[in-house]
């Protein structure tokens, strides 16, 4: 940092001389020339620092200590916006309002004193403007005592916490689901991701940053295989800590209800582990109020994401607004938003965090860490449930595929059959033609169905199934259903009449002398060929459609 010296450099004589008065000294300069070099050499004598220091106000002394502990420096921006501005004002003003004795501000107080600078300073993360305190009064600054660092917010109360949302592995099923339908080309249908906790871009960016998938989306097999083999604990921890390391895992960018615009770029893995650091300050035995954390580091940390304190380069804007979210003002809606979507989202999806809420109806406003925390927080597996649960068949080709069974066989069940539905803590498949042939064009076989369900399942395959398997294999899809539309009639001369008109077109195979397929489209052409002859249609729809 600059010395005292490049510190006053470019004051006036009125400001040197106010300067000088705040430390008892008298200065008999004529000018700024020969002012400059006797102030300083005054002002650094041992002793009159420290005496100085020790006499500033509670507040002021508090903003001193700030910059100790940083060093000796803060961010401009944050400095002023906790321990307040300096008034802009010119030399005549200043000099006849005299700011320093009424000063409006902590910062006043020390800049006043020469006890702090405003440079723009070249240090990481890039170059930006800092308050500091000059190099050579650092030096003679008593050893202040740092303050006890509290941590940020305050505990939660009872009524905060009586409706507990314990952590879950549910993400690695998520995953596991996600990843065999990427593997058939599609994404899981909106029933499948129903009552998944973490959003499916979540999944895919935690996937994606795993390189487990490419940036196509594309599966990659060898590390698809490792992570499923792995077990639930080896399989968590290896999501937790690539999410922590990540440097594209983005959960700015994840922020509901937010659009980002421009060609800005944000840091979020310094975000991420400042957010992680000052968490890990908290008590790990309770539960601690979310509003309240946030708040501490609006007020403590606020810069947490933004290095340069800018508020304004980002184009951010709420979906429902053509108003862009800049300036301090947006904080809560922008970078308190993001320390909330981290806690009660991927702290939370991948199993380091507990939340509470006052009830079911209402958002958490709690967090603790969970039972898994101290194991996932080093990398380390915890102790969850094996996947030892087995397939149950049943002979219409249904698969109830439990939660707890291995995940390689939900990826391979998900490859030959359509899912279907839920079921209890488990998935429902069905194999069908549509799904092995699918399956087929990617190379597999029935016969590896068979191998997985003799491997997984509960009892041996039901031979109705194993001879459906065979004939397919062989044969193809030897029986269609399919929903129809009906005409019906009440005798064989209605059809008659109904062949002889332009609708006659949409007249399909005749099941019976008084019962023709409709074809797509001919609801209303025969509905009016039939009033033109005479007869009222009446439309009548159970499966299938009767006119």
């Given amino acids: 940092m600059p010395d005292l010296a490049h510190t006053l450099q470019g004051h006036d004589l009125g400001f040197l001389k106010i300067v000088a ?7 008999n300069a004529p000018d700024v020339h020969t ?11 041992p002793g009159l620092v420290q005496e100085v220091a020790t006499a500033l106000p509670a507040e002021a002394q508090q903003a001193l200590q700030h910059l100790l502990e940083g060093e000796g420096r803060s961010t401009w921006a944050s400095f002023c916006r906790r321990f307040g501005e ?14 320093d004795l009424k000063p409006a501000s902590p910062t006043e107080i020390l800049w006043y004193r020469a006890l702090i600078g405003r440079a723009i300073l070249n240090l990481p993360p890039e170059p930006q403007e800092y308050a500091y305190i000059p190099d050579d009064v650092l030096e003679l600054l008593p050893a202040f005592q740092p303050l006890p660092r509290r941590p940020l917010g305050r505990p939660a109360s009872p009524a905060e916490c009586a409706h507990v949302i314990l952590a879950t592995d549910a993400i690695l099923d998520d995953s596991c689901t996600l990843l065999a339908s990427l593997r058939l080309g599609t994404e899981p249908g909106p029933g499948e991701v129903e009552g998944w906790q973490a959003p499916l871009p979540v999944v895919e960016q935690l996937l994606r940053s795993a390189r487990l998938i490419d940036y196509h989306n594309r599966p990659q097999p060898e590390p698809v295989r490792r992570f499923l083999e792995a077990s639930r604990g080896a399989a968590l921890a290896q999501l937790v ?3 922590m390391q990540s440097l594209s895992f983005n959960e700015l960018r994840l922020l509901p209800g937010l659009l980002f615009e421009g060609e800005w770029q944000n840091q979020p893995a310094d975000s991420r582990q400042k957010i992680l650091e000052l968490l890990s300050q908290l008590p790990q035995d309770i539960w601690w109020n979310l509003p309240s954390f946030v708040n501490g580091v609006r007020e403590q940390n606020p810069d947490f994401q933004r290095p340069a304190g800018d508020y304004d380069s980002w184009f951010i804007r709420n979906e429902n607004s053509q108003t862009y979210l800049r300036g301090f003002s947006a904080w809560d809606e922008v970078d308190g938003a993001l320390i909330r979507f981290i806690i009660t989202g991927p702290l939370h999806w991948l199993g380091l965090y507990d939340l509470a809420a006052p009830d079911p109806q209402s958002p958490p406003v709690a967090f603790r860490p969970s039972q898994w925390s101290p194991s996932l927080w080093h990398g380390n597996p915890p102790a969850l449930a094996e996947e030892n649960a087995s397939l149950i068949i049943s002979s219409d080709g249904r698969l109830e595929v439990p939660r707890l069974a291995p995940r390689t066989a939900r990826y391979q069940i998900a490859r030959f059959a359509q899912w279907e539905g839920r079921k209890g803590n488990g998935d429902v498949y069905r194999i069908t033609p549509a799904a092995l042939e699918r399956a087929q064009k990617q190379g597999l076989r029935s ?12 009892r041996a ?63 209303t052409p025969l509905r009016n060929a039939l009033a033109q002859a005479g007869y009222l249609a009446e439309a009548h729809f159970v499966s299938g459609s009767d006119v």
């Fill in 86 to 99: 300096i008034r802009p004002m010119g030399a005549a003003r200043r000099d006849r309002e005299r700011p």
């Fill in 447 to 458: 016969s590896h169905l068979l191998a997985i369900l003799r491997r997984y399942a509960s």
């Fill in 21 to 27: 008065t705040a430390w008892g000294i008298e200065l």
């Fill in 35 to 45: 002012a400059l070099p006797l102030l300083t050499r005054q002002i650094l004598v």
């Fill in 241 to 243: 800590q690539v999410w």
């Fill in 461 to 523: 395959v039901p031979p109705a199934l194993l001879q459906a398997l065979e004939r397919w294999e062989k044969f193809g899809s030897q029986a269609h259903i399919e929903s129809v539309m009906l005409l019906r009639v009440a005798s064989p001369e209605i059809i008659e009449t109904l062949r002889k008109t332009k609708a006659a077109r949409f007249l399909g195979e005749a099941l019976t002398p008084t019962v023709v397929i409709v074809r797509p489209g001919g609801e």
